[in-house]
Nanobody, 126 residues
Framework: QVQLVESGGGSVQAGGSLRLSCVAS????????MGWFRQEPGSEREAVAT???????HYIDSVKGRFTISKDSAKSTLYLQMNSLKPEDAAMYFC????????????????????WGQGTQVTISS
């Protein structure tokens, strides 16, 4: 059973940076796709960025150029470097994973992922 544990959330001023981490355990030897999603209270969970089993990254438009997703397979860790943070980036951030590649043409689909972490809170002050 795959387990995902996020860390790195916190409170930062607008314009600042945070790096989220997600440590995975229980993987099989097959390649995994992973992703970061976020959710504000009362809102639907939305994709932020995903990384394919071949390490190809995908981003929603609002974070392109500010966020970078990366994966260190040796450490079984997924990262999200978030720069130039804006108040609208505040949310609970969740790590997700599943075996194999992302769906062709639909790289940011939440339903692609079967394993989820508990989340880490990001708060932005203006």
């Amino acid at each position: 059973q795959v387990q995902l544990v996020e860390s790195g959330g916190g409170s930062v001023q607008a314009g600042g940076s945070l790096r989220l981490s997600c440590v995975a355990s229980g993987y099989s030897s097959r390649p995994y796709s992973m992703g970061w999603f976020r959710q504000e209270p009362g809102s639907e969970r939305e994709a932020v960025a995903t990384i394919d089993s071949d390490d190809s990254p995908h981003y929603i438009d609002s974070v392109k150029g500010r966020f970078t997703i990366s994966k260190d397979s040796a450490k079984s860790t997924l990262y999200l470097q978030m720069n130039s943070l804006k108040p609208e980036d505040a949310a609970m951030y969740f790590c997700a994973a599943d075996e194999g590649p992302l769906w062709t043409g639909l790289p940011l689909m939440e339903s692609r992922f079967g394993y989820w972490g508990q989340g880490t809170q990001v708060t932005i002050s203006s």
